[in-house]
């Protein structure tokens, strides 16, 4: 496992703060997974990890992981009648994804995305700020192909 990097965690639990969400053990613990995992992660692995076990339960996980996503803190991917992957959104830092139709299998894209320039485009043409975007590639993957 990756060494948590303590600065993000403290970033994020700050942008939790503002966002009205309490700093709690397992918010701390949840961020501090999937920080030092680095991909994203099932709500059955997140619950089931050693920092989260001890804290709470798969439900209280669960809540806390839609309370994330409400504030734009967690990203949840997948296919819908699958199981979502969470994985923490970083000011400053972008994924994009394959995602498998078949076994629901993601992946993290690492060719540039070429979303970037049109993003900024829509910005300076739309005076949006803060735009962002999120891209998911759906298919099926080697395995199962």
């Known amino acids: 496992m ?9 970033e994020i ?3 939790c703060r503002m966002a009205g969400l309490r700093r709690t053990k397992a918010l701390e613990q949840l961020v501090m997974t999937l920080l030092e995992i680095g991909r994203p992660m099932t709500l059955s692995e997140l619950a089931a990890s050693n920092r989260l076990t001890d804290q709470c339960d798969k439900a209280t996980v669960f809540r ?12 949840r991917l997948g296919l819908h009648e699958r199981a979502a992957y969470f994985t923490l959104l970083m000011p400053g830092k ?3 994804y394959l995602i498998c ?14 979303v970037h320039q049109l993003e900024e485009e829509i910005r300076v043409k739309t005076g949006f700020r803060q735009l962002y975007h999120e891209l998911e590639f759906f298919g099926v993957c080697p395995k199962c192909a």
């Open 13 to 15: 639990i700050a942008r």
């Open 64 to 75: 806390l992981l839609q309370r994330l996503v409400d504030h734009a803190v967690v990203r």
């Open 94 to 96: 972008h994924s994009d």
């Open 101 to 114: 139709t078949s076994c629901g299998s993601i992946e993290a894209i690492t060719a540039a995305c070429p």
């Open 2 to 10: 990756k060494s948590t990097p303590i600065p993000a965690v403290q």
